[in-house]
């Protein structure tokens, strides 16, 4: 039996704007020579498609490794880094391609029809997680990260951005403004949290899932123990985006021209950087921030002020 709860949004913190400083500001460490979108850290290196290639750069020098992908053709969704490889999925193929980063080597090609590819897969609890529509039905696809095999077909509403944390699958439901809980141990959906609008790219940290909402530019916080949406962030940015965790903060970035918005987890408070030259997707690993765009720009953490 499916238990399902609607929860709606309780908003107890929300600060009209914040600290607004210039992307001139920004301390760019590096500009790696490759373009792309979605971007990802972890197995010590930086990750990223260009075209039909996967980029990995090593964060001790900032060089780069070109891994051919045979067959790959893109647009491509969130990439996930977790579970034993690098994961890339290919909306024009219909594929996620595992690569080794022992060997840079192709390991495993699941076959899984995506819907779109403003979105990403989740890795987590031994499984690759993807949100998508199957059979003429939104569905939630759950695939053993070691062989591929298909462990579950869960129903429940459109998604499409997927983190996996605190025993559970969270989802976004951008169409419905809305944040699906479903339950890791049973693959059953367990909860509907009503939001703001449009709902898209998702994270977690500091003891909360964190989403970015495209609509109404602002970052939800919410707390896993229950179910309900703790603060919302104004962030102002309306058009794409990402967000992560890392470096004792929450990042942001977006297309926009807001590169990148730090959000203090201890106060809810942001401090948003404004300006042009990069903003697309964005990773934290090895001290740093990186932003992927016409170039990887590799940026020093901000000091918060």
């Known amino acids: ?39 990802g850290f ?12 996967l980029v990995r750069v090593d964060p001790a020098d900032n060089s ?5 992908i045979p067959g790959a053709q893109g647009r491509y969704r969130g990439m996930a880094v977790g579970e034993g490889g690098a994961w890339v999925p290919d909306i024009s193929t219909d594929t996620i391609t595992k690569i080794d980063p022992a060997s840079n080597s192709i390991v495993l090609t699941i076959s899984v029809e995506m819907d779109g ?28 990260s070691a062989t591929g095999a298909e462990q579950a077909r869960i129903s429940m509403p459109p998604g499409n951005g997927v983190t996996v944390a605190f025993g559970s699958v969270w989802v976004t439901g951008e ?33 909360s899932i964190w989403v970015i909402e495209l609509s109404d530019g602002v970052v ?17 940015g309306h058009e794409g985006g990402d967000i992560i965790t890392g470096g004792g903060y929450v990042w942001a970035t977006y297309h926009d021209g807001l590169p990148l918005v730090q959000i203090n987890p201890m106060t809810n408070q942001a401090q948003i950087y404004a300006g042009t030259g990069f903003g697309d997707a964005l990773a934290f690993g090895a001290g740093s921030i990186w932003i992927s765009g016409e170039t990887i720009a590799r940026i020093s953490p901000p000091t918060w002020r």
Do not use: C
């Open 1 to 39: 039996m499916i238990r399902l709860i609607v929860i709606a949004a309780m908003v107890f913190t929300s600060p009209a704007t914040g600290a607004e400083f210039s992307a001139e500001d920004l301390a760019v460490e590096a500009r790696i020579e490759r373009h792309g979108d979605f971007i």
């Open 42 to 53: 972890g197995f010590g290196s930086v990750w990223m498609m260009q075209a039909a290639t």
């Open 220 to 236: 939800q916080r919410i707390d896993p123990e229950t179910n309900a949406v703790i603060a919302t962030i104004a962030t102002g």
């Open 175 to 207: 169409l419905e403004d809305q944040l699906y809980r479903i339950d890791a141990a049973t693959n059953e959906l367990a909860a509907t949290i009503n939001i703001g609008a449009g709902p898209a790219f998702i994270t977690a940290g500091f003891g």
């Open 117 to 144: 590819s403003e979105g990403s897969v989740g890795l987590g609890e031994g499984s690759l997680w993807v949100a998508t529509v199957a059979d003429g039905k939104p569905l939630l696809l759950r695939y053993d």
């Open 64 to 68: 780069v490794i070109d891994i051919k």
